[in-house]
C-alpha cells in the first residue's frame, strides 16, 4: 500500500491564484482529513470528510473548499489564495466509526505551499 | 477535548529511556490519551493510545496515573532517528466531529 499520497511537495502561487491539493488513499479509510500546520504551531483543522459524498468544515475552513466523490481522493481546493494561506498542508485518513475518526490517523507527507 | 500540558523540549541520550509527560488534569472518564510525533518536515505519526490500563507496543509504552491527570511516553531505548515534536493529545475515542486537536507538543532531542 502506498499509503496517503499528496501532490505537489512544493507549490509557490501568486495573491489571487487558485489550486487545488491532491490527496489521495488506498487503505479504503472513510475518514479523511486536510490539516494546516504553521510555523510553531500546532496542525489545525480545515476540512475533513467521513465519506463519499460528506464533507464538514473544521477550525480554519475560510478560502478552502473540499469534496469528496471516491473513498480514495479528497482534494483541497484554494479559490483565491492569500498570503495567509502560506503553510503546509497534510491530509490524513482513518477508519471510521458512527462518522468519527478512529484511534490511528494515517497522514501524507505535506505540501508546502507559499502565496506570494 | 481536555487541554494538555507538555514541556516545550526534553534532551536524552541514545540507548537511554526517554520519559516524556503530558497533565491532562480536566480529562473525562471516556477521554483516551493519545500520542503522535512528527519528524521534521514529515507528516505526524501515530506512536500509542490508552484509556486507563498502561499500554506497550513495538514503538513505546504509555503510563496512566491512577487519577487520570497525567501520562507519561516511554521510549525504552531512544535512537537519533527519535528526535522529533512529541504530541499528546486527549479526545473522545468517537464523536460527530472527531479531530486531532496538536497542541505545541514537546521537542526531543536524542544526542549521542
Known amino acids: 500500500n502506498a499509503g496517503v499520497t499528496q501532490t505537489p511537495k512544493f507549490q509557490v502561487l501568486k495573491t489571487g491564484q487558485s489550486m487545488t491539493l491532491q490527496c489521495a488513499q488506498d487503505m479504503n479509510h472513510e475518514y479523511m482529513s486536510w490539516y494546516r500546520q504553521d510555523p510553531g504551531m500546532g496542525l489545525r483543522l480545515i476540512h475533513y470528510s467521513v465519506g463519499a459524498g460528506i464533507t464538514d468544515q473544521g477550525e480554519v475552513p475560510n478560502g478552502y473548499n473540499v469534496s469528496r466523490s471516491t473513498t480514495e481522493d479528497f482534494p483541497l481546493r484554494l479559490l483565491s489564495a492569500a498570503p495567509s494561506q502560506t503553510s503546509v498542508y497534510f491530509c490524513?485518513?482513518?477508519?471510521?466509526?458512527?462518522?468519527?475518526?478512529?484511534?490511528?490517523?494515517?497522514f501524507g507527507p505535506g505540501t508546502r505551499l507559499t502565496v506570494l | 477535548d481536555a487541554k494538555t500540558t507538555q514541556p516545550p523540549s526534553m534532551d536524552c541520550a541514545e540507548g537511554r529511556a526517554a520519559n516524556l509527560p503530558c497533565n491532562h488534569s480536566t480529562i473525562s472518564g471516556n477521554e483516551y490519551v493519545y500520542w503522535y510525533r512528527q519528524i521534521h518536515s514529515q507528516g505526524p505519526q501515530y506512536i500509542i493510545h490508552g484509556l486507563k490500563n498502561n499500554e506497550t507496543n513495538e514503538m513505546a509504552s504509555l503510563i496512566i496515573t491512577e487519577d487520570r491527570k497525567s501520562s507519561t511516553l516511554i521510549l525504552p531505548h531512544a535512537t537519533l532517528r527519535d528526535t522529533a515534536v512529541y504530541y499528546c493529545?486527549?479526545?473522545?475515542?468517537?464523536?460527530?466531529?472527531?479531530?486531532?486537536?496538536f497542541g505545541t507538543g514537546t521537542r526531543l532531542q536524542v544526542t549521542l
Open positions: 490524513a485518513s482513518s477508519y471510521s466509526i458512527r462518522g468519527a475518526s478512529t484511534d490511528t490517523q494515517y
Open positions: 493529545i486527549v479526545r473522545f475515542r468517537t464523536g460527530t466531529a472527531s479531530k486531532l486537536t
